[in-house]
């Protein structure tokens, strides 16, 4: 029986011990109409070899291809000691840290943590980690409504990822609270003071600055913050971890600093991995502490005044304040931050800003090798991290699934979310991506636009000959 | 000590990182940071030594009998990592085309269907990231019924003994919560449910066997209830590993599910998430399932999305939920089949009422001692106290000096100085009667020693904690001194 240790032996003394003959009699207050199920969908069980041997089979089947997606989930270098710590047992298989004396390991780990996020957002607290990115620009929401009482509007660019908006409108659905988009302006694809003018700041809570913005363009923190601050509204800034340890952080922007700084931590050591788990996190201003969802670790001594860790301001949370908490969060996302925080701590502020600088020198020559493909264009022409959109002579699906075939995954189409952009794609490069790799993308690019121009029916399949 | 401790100025990891610093001077300075961030600048063997150090002073499962009651802390296989990272899965970019990822997908799908057959659903959506979201999922898909029949229902019902997400979560979907209250058996009060019910009611939600470690008896009868009342029924998976393969949720009555993967399915709890809760559904609820889902074509694995699926609540994260957790899931589904799965709320059930019932034995009270146990029970720890002064949370401490982690305590709210106890199926006979032996022994020391266990924990890296300094006096990040 996988995993269950018992022998006949010891069912036999157990049930004796209870006093009933079987183990069936332990279900004896199930109503009998509802006993007696069937798992007709489930296969019979394999031995580790066995499935060892299917999971390659379709790992192979999906292969490894060189990737230029980006668009909130990037990837980089991980140094092998990450993993090799973050599943140690005693990281793995522990839980929520209820029994502080007992978890001291997590637990100052998770401060650790809260002070190295809180130190690339230069914010002054932060939380646990939240689920991932997207739901914690929504747990942001949600917590600015509550800070301001009274308003429950939020200024949404629509350079804000597509599906970052969509989860946020899932989430705050049922909170009556407004999204109200803020356009882009055309050749610059950030927001700017000009297009704020255009929209409503009666009841609205805050204003959402995506740094660097979907379509990894810079927008300008400073004049947006101060925008924003000076007509009463909070400032959550949405951002990317990586690109912190090069730019202005979140709470140097404008005069004031945002008040809120959320994002998505996948980029600090947790592998693509098809989608999750990554993590989010929320850093805050002090003055916020306690709008905050999740768990949060503090520090404090013991009766002998040895300084150690435990959870805080608990008061906020579902297990306390039951249908008045802050959030239905329960967990948070331990082990992914386990990753982060040791991966913070292997590169340092020299490490993280060279892979950082590193990725935005890729992306340039990326984007200008690509620009230079005839019939291609940058659709932007503002500073950007390391991600761009390209216009394409084409529809941007059928020359993404010619790249496929030549091992490239080669960005994000974004036709259905932007039409406004035409045939644009989304192409991003970070620290892991070569200079050969590029130029072998760059080339293809060239081959399937000139080729298809030429013969399209058999642009595909040519290419796929080759 | 603190990593930051450690730290010296100009310390790199130099094969961790680009050798130089590229040229970034097309960046605008105003865009630019002007002081570094405070990271610790240590070496690589600090670093592994650090964290190697710290997780030793973690108490895990791999470590310890771990027998938190509503967490399910069993034995987490080391298969399910080893394959759920393989290189393929984990290099895999969550936007790339499905093309890339039929192995992956076939994987979820196959997750899909064996998780429909286990709680008897006719659909389940993968992506809700842990518990709660599943929770909001399903509650949030109890509105959008209702709200496309035009019923505007206000009150969801829960029991007074429910886990607090569930009252949370309702208020999250903009619902009033009214707690029942459970009746001396332990089952849902059913005269104060009757009288609870109405043409205001959305749904109830409900764990089963509940946070009380019984089976509700009467189940059918409240579904009958909810359901005549046009309430939909909401089935807490919390305990599903109680009764899978033994008893399907959808043949009780309930329309939606949530399943948190890390307890029946064993996925790591990883120091606190991540989870996975994925959610079920019956007929009437499926075209709210959140999206994407996998779909199947002809042997094509699809994703299933908002155009497929345009009265979907929607999506509730950037991607497809947490999707190294669900790999984790289908492998031990795998390694488990049909008949390891029955087993889990088999052997769960076993140590859980030999375990009772020899503390019991020992004199130790249990909350509902004319009830079977399911996979986890309740001992009250009152009598101990009147007699002693030693509360439960003493005892707890206490347990962790003779090596065990402690019961979960004080919860549910609704039983004085109670533990809630979940051994799980992967604990020996060998390691239960040593938990016995343990309490026995903290029993006897309560009478004759109480200041020995009211200052309990001797052993571990630190003692009892000062909690309201904590909270007092805010300490949540490193400073430079």
């Known amino acids: 029986m996988p995993f269950i240790p018992h022998t006949k032996q010891d069912v036999e003394a157990m049930l004796g011990a209870i006093g009933v003959d079987s183990i069936d009699d332990l279900f004896d207050e199930v109503p009998r109409s509802l006993r007696g199920c069937e798992l007709t969908n489930v296969p019979a069980g394999m031995n580790e070899m066995q499935v060892g041997r299917l999971m390659q089979e379709r790992a192979a089947q999906d292969g490894i291809y060189t990737n230029f997606i980006g668009g909130g989930a990037y990837e980089h270098h991980i140094p092998a000691a990450v993993w090799e710590l973050t599943t140690r047992g005693e990281f793995y298989s522990a839980y929520t840290p209820y029994q502080a004396e007992a978890s001291q390991g997590t637990l100052q780990l998770l401060y650790e943590f809260q002070s190295m996020i809180a130190a690339l957002t230069g914010m ?9 990115g997207a739901s ?28 970052y908006r969509k989860v946020v409108q899932t989430i705050v659905k049922h909170q009556n609270i407004e999204i109200i988009e803020v356009p882009f302006t055309d050749s610059g694809g950030r927001i700017t003071v000009d297009s704020l003018t255009q929209c409503p700041v009666d009841g609205v809570a805050a204003l959402v600055v995506p740094q660097p913005n979907y379509f990894g363009v810079l927008e300008d923190g400073d004049a947006l913050t101060d925008w924003a601050h000076e007509r009463g509204l909070r400032v959550i800034g949405l951002v990317n971890p990586t690109a912190l340890a090069l730019l202005k952080p979140p709470g140097d922007w404008g005069a004031q600093g945002a008040d809120i700084a959320v994002g998505e931590g996948q980029p600090l050591g947790v592998p693509l991995s098809s989608g999750g788990p990554y993590f989010g996190f929320m850093c805050a201003k002090q003055k916020l502490v306690r709008q905050m969802p999740g768990r949060i670790v503090g520090k404090t001594v013991d009766a002998r005044g040895i300084p150690g860790f435990t959870l805080t301001l608990q008061a906020r949370e579902q297990h306390i304040r039951r249908s008045k908490a802050t959030s239905n969060i329960c967990t948070n996302q331990g082990l992914m931050v386990t990753a982060a925080t040791i991966y913070m701590a292997l590169l340092g502020p020299t490490g993280l800003r ?17 620009g230079d493909v005839s019939g291609v264009e940058r659709v932007f022409d503002r500073p950007f991290f390391h991600e761009g959109v390209l216009r394409l002579p084409q529809a941007v699906a059928g020359v993404l699934r010619a790249l496929e075939a030549q091992g ?14 035409g045939d644009a794609v989304l192409v991003c490069a970070t620290d892991t991506r070569t200079d050969a790799e590029m130029d072998v993308y760059a080339e293809h690019l060239d081959r399937i636009l000139s080729r298809r121009r030429l013969d399209p029916p058999c642009a595909q399949k040519l290419a796929g000959n080759e | 000590m603190l990593i930051f401790d450690q730290s010296v100025p100009d310390r790199v990891n130099p094969s961790q990182a680009p050798a130089v610093d590229a040229d970034v001077s097309d960046i605008p300075t105003a865009h630019l940071r002007d002081q570094p961030p405070q990271l610790p600048e240590v070496s690589e063997l600090q670093t592994v030594r650090h964290y190697t150090r710290l997780s030793q002073k973690n108490f895990s499962i791999d470590t310890h009998l771990y027998p938190l009651g509503s967490c399910t802390m069993k034995y987490n296989p080391r298969a399910c990592n080893k394959y759920a990272m393989l290189p393929q899965f984990l290099m895999r970019h969550p936007l790339s085309a499905v093309s890339t990822g039929q192995g992956f997908l076939k994987c979820l799908y196959e997750l899909q269907e064996i998780l429909k057959d286990v709680t008897g659903m006719a659909g389940v959506s993968l992506t ?17 019924y209702h709200d496309a029949r035009n019923d505007q229902r206000t009150e969801i019902l829960v029991p007074d003994a429910a886990h607090g997400t569930n009252p949370a979560t309702a208020t999250m979907c903009g619902y009033q919560v009214r707690e029942i209250p459970t009746d001396a058996s332990g089952d849902v009060d059913l005269e104060a449910l009757r009288s609870f019910v109405g043409p205001q009611t959305a749904g109830l939600m409900l764990t089963n066997p509940s946070t009380l470690g019984v089976f509700e008896r009467t189940i059918e009868d409240i579904a009958h209830l909810v359901h005549s009342a046009g309430g939909l029924l909401y089935f807490d998976g919390a305990n599903l590993n109680a009764i899978v393969g033994k008893v399907k949720p959808g043949d009780m009555g309930f329309d939606v599910i949530h399943m948190n993967l890390h307890k029946t399915f064993s996925t790591p709890h990883g120091g606190g998430g991540p989870g996975a809760g994925p959610v079920g559904v019956n007929d009437r609820l499926l075209p709210y399932l959140p999206v994407p889902i996998v779909g199947e074509n002809n042997g094509d694995y699809v994703w299933l999305t908002e155009y497929e699926l345009p009265q979907s609540i929607g999506r509730l994260s950037a991607h497809m939920g947490n999707a190294g957790v669900l790999l984790r899931a289908y492998i031990y589904a795998r390694l488990l089949g049909r008949d390891g799965l029955l087993r889990v709320a088999e052997y769960a059930t076993l140590n859980a009422n030999y375990l009772a019932k020899r503390l019991h034995d020992h004199g130790v009270e249990l909350a509902y001692p004319d009830r079977r146990a399911a996979h986890e029970f309740i001992v009250t720890l009152k009598k101990l106290k009147d007699e002693t002064t030693v509360i439960a949370m003493d005892v707890a401490k206490r ?12 919860f549910p709210l609704l039983v004085p100085e109670c533990f809630l106890i979940e051994p799980t199926e992967t604990e020996t006979k060998h390691e239960l009667d040593g938990f016995v032996d343990a309490v026995v022994e903290i029993f006897k020391e309560a009478h004759s020693d109480p200041e ?4 309990a924990p001797h052993t571990t890296p630190v003692g009892r904690l000062d909690e309201v300094k904590a909270a007092r006096e805010l300490d949540l990040t490193w400073k430079p001194v």
């Open chain 2, 399 to 410: 347990l962790l000096d003779k090596g065990y982690h402690a019961p979960t305590v004080y």
């Open chain 2, 128 to 144: 809700p990231l842990a518990g709660a979201q599943g929770e909001f999922a399903g509650v949030a898909m109890i509105r959008a």
């Open chain 1, 354 to 370: 060279r892979v950082a600088a590193q990725c935005h020198h890729n992306a340039r020559r990326l984007l200008n090798l690509l």
């Open chain 1, 408 to 421: 490239i995954a080669g960005g994000i189409d974004l036709s259905h979310d932007y039409p406004e952009l």
């Open chain 1, 124 to 132: 002054e607290v932060a939380n646990a980690s939240l689920y991932d």
């Open chain 2, 452 to 455: 020995l266990v009211k200052t």
């Open chain 1, 136 to 163: 914690s620009l929504a747990e942001a929401v949600l917590a600015v409504v509550r800070a301001a009482k009274k308003s429950n509007r939020i200024l949404m660019p629509r350079t804000v990822s597509p599906i």
